[in-house]
């Protein structure tokens, strides 16, 4: 039986220039192990400790702090600010009255809400739920959903809706009965 014929593969160009590799682990090259310390980045030949980060991050917050203050001082700033000083709170808002009262620190229960966020697309005064009317347990009549503010927002039972310029006359003019009662600010975003 004969062997068949070698066929001479092309020369690879590439093959050529390529050197062996060096498969040695060299430990002047890798840190040992170490357990406790503080993260480090390399960069270069240099170990960084990313603890650095905490000093030059809060360096850097008050420098952005002092650039975003400095406008306060220009004239056209001034006056704005003198001529309309309670201008955040001064946004039309929505006020939500439902049947029921307030727990054991009295008065009315009420909810206040700002226009834009009643405009928001996840916001819906719910009258049915699963193609049926919403059940008492639910909030009927009408219920207010509110799905990008915290649980507490969402005003179920409404009797009355109000629309205010300001509602710092409203209860404790806090924004709302639980607000006027505990400790959350106007806007409790989620």
């Known amino acids: 039986m004969t062997e068949p014929p070698q066929v001479a593969l092309p020369h690879d160009p590439l093959a050529a220039r390529l050197a062996s590799a060096d498969d040695r682990l060299r430990l002047s090259d ?3 192990p170490q357990w406790g310390i503080v993260p480090r980045i390399r ?8 603890l650095w980060a905490l000093p030059i991050g809060a360096a850097a917050l008050i420098v952005l702090i002092a650039v975003a203050q400095s406008p306060r001082d220009l004239p056209g700033v001034k006056a704005f600010i003198e001529h309309y000083p309670d201008i955040a709170q001064a946004v039309p808002s929505v006020v939500f009255y439902p049947f029921s009262e307030g727990s054991a620190h009295g008065g009315g229960y009420y909810d206040v809400h700002r226009i834009e966020n009643m ?3 996840m916001t819906i005064l719910a009258n049915e739920m699963n193609a049926a009317p919403v059940s008492v347990l639910h ?13 507490f927002k969402r ?6 809706i109000e629309f205010v310029q300001d509602f710092a006359d409203l209860g404790a003019g806090q924004g709302g009965y639980n ?9 409790m975003p989620i």
């Open 179 to 187: 607000e006027d009662h505990e400790f959350y600010g106007y806007r």
């Open 155 to 160: 005003v179920k039972w409404i009797a009355a």
């Open 119 to 121: 405009r928001h697309e």
């Open 43 to 50: 960069i270069g030949q240099r170990w960084i400790s990313t």
């Open 139 to 151: 909030g009927a009549l009408l219920r207010l959903r509110c799905e990008n503010e915290l649980g």
């Open 30 to 32: 890798w840190l040992p």
